[in-house]
């Protein structure tokens, strides 16, 4: 199985609804970060949070990364129905021959409904 | 800043045909990488090179799939004689190398092998 799992697989809640993704991952991390895709678009960077923090806030988005348990989650507030998309956390490992690689998750598909 | 441009957008090829698809990175940026995505899937990694240097290939088929990032240019994914079994959208991102940071992501292009 790979690294970086989110669940749900999908999520379909209502405007102003907050929307909560999670993401578990398997090995040491240097940081893990959080995606979103538009259908048919590239990503864009959300957040970055590193191993040593445990929370992190960006607008209307808050993220919490628990390194004992090996997961994250992503929380978007009062969501809008344009945030509707796919989310996916990426997890870069802690040194070795894979610096540099990031590896992502299958992803959340996210609706909001207006 | 264009950030990370792609191209082309889109791209049909016969089975048998050779694909290319062109990176350039974020101005500043030394470091890319290409990533897969089938459909309904999230990203795999595929390639990272640095200028004129392949990092970490360990994601690439050995067979009909080479990269480079020559000193001047942009980096080039080339498929040869590619089959059905090659259609995706590929991405490609950048950063400037260092671990803290998050990754720019082209809008990818999208591979129909016919």
Known sequence: ?114 | NAGVMQNPRHLVRRRGQEARLRCSPMKGHSHVYWYRQLPEEGLKFMVYLQKENIIDESGMPKERFSAEFPKEGPSILRIQQVVRGDSAAYFCASSTGARGNGYTFGSGTRLTVV
């Open chain 1, 1 to 114: 199985s790979q690294q970086g799992e989110e669940d749900p697989q999908a999520l379909s809640i209502q405007e102003g609804e907050n929307a909560t993704m999670n993401c578990s991952y398997k090995t040491s991390i240097n940081n893990l970060q959080w995606y979103r895709q538009n259908s048919g678009r590239g990503l864009v960077h959300l957040i970055l949070i590193r191993s040593n923090e445990r929370e992190k806030h960006s607008g209307r988005l808050r993220v919490t990364l628990d390194t004992s348990k090996k997961s994250s989650s992503l929380l978007i507030t009062a969501s809008r129905a344009a945030d509707t998309a796919s989310y996916f956390c990426a997890t870069l490992n802690a040194g070795g021959t894979s610096y540099g690689k990031l590896t992502f998750g299958q992803g959340t598909i996210l609706t909001v409904h207006p």
